[in-house]
């Protein structure tokens, strides 16, 4: 089955930009999406097919995927940013999600 | 405006079932890939199930064999059916629409399942 690696946890200063990694074989040949999560809340896509935002989503959201990783961009961090990210991809008709990432704006 | 409103959770025993409702507004549910996902507590978003438009469904192989995917088109509703339950089921399931099939646009609240003797 089709496995997607995140990093665990990332920290960034306030402000400044902060980037999260979603690996995969292959994974540039998929449309990754990235969905943000804050503590008892559903997640809600901030990111759809590799760089696009929804409505509502700021700017400094931006994705972009190629070779083996996809990578979620924030800029100018804010305190509001601190959540859990996680990518997700289709494989077989079957959804699969990154384990997660937390970010710490600091 | 879309709205997606998940029912039916609550305190189960193992080896028991348990039907889980996703009430959709503002969109025909039968003309979307629906899915839910569950959340495990402090763990990550885990991908369950999809019904696609044109009914065709598909499981995680956790979960296959003993859910079940449908929906109700005349009550524009989602359901999963759960059986034989496991303590590794509890989790907040959530239901998801795909209106194109890839990404997750609308999210519902989420319907705690609690799996325990």
């Known amino acids: 089955s089709y496995e997607l690696t995140q990093p665990l946890s990332v920290s960034v200063a306030l402000g400044q930009t902060a980037r999260i990694t979603c690996g995969g074989n292959n994974i540039g040949n998929k449309w990754v999406h990235w969905y943000q999560q804050k503590p008892g809340q559903a997640p809600v896509l901030v990111i759809y097919r590799n760089n696009n935002r929804p409505s509502g989503i700021p700017e400094r959201f931006s994705g972009s995927n190629s070779g083996n990783t996809a990578t979620l961009t924030i800029s100018r961090a804010q305190a509001g940013d601190e959540a859990d990210y996680f990518c997700q991809v289709w494989d077989s008709s079957a959804g699969v999600f990154g384990g997660g990432t937390k970010l710490t704006v600091l | 405006e879309v709205q997606l409103v998940d029912s039916g959770g609550g305190l189960i025993q193992p080896g028991g079932s348990l039907r889980l409702s996703c009430a959709a507004s503002?969109?025909?549910?039968?003309?979307?890939?629906m899915s839910w996902v569950r959340q495990a507590p402090g763990k990550g978003l885990e991908w369950v199930s999809v019904?696609?438009?044109?009914?065709?469904?598909y499981y995680a192989d956790s979960v296959k064999g003993r859910f079940t995917i449908s929906r109700d088109n005349s009550q524009n509703t989602l359901y999963l059916q759960m059986n034989s339950l496991r303590a590794e089921d509890a989790a907040v399931y959530y239901c998801a629409r795909s209106a194109y099939g890839d990404y997750f646009g609308h999210w519902g609240q989420g319907t705690l399942v609690t799996v325990s003797s």
């Open positions: 019904i696609y438009s044109g009914g065709n469904t």
């Open positions: 503002g969109f025909s549910v039968s003309g979307n890939y």
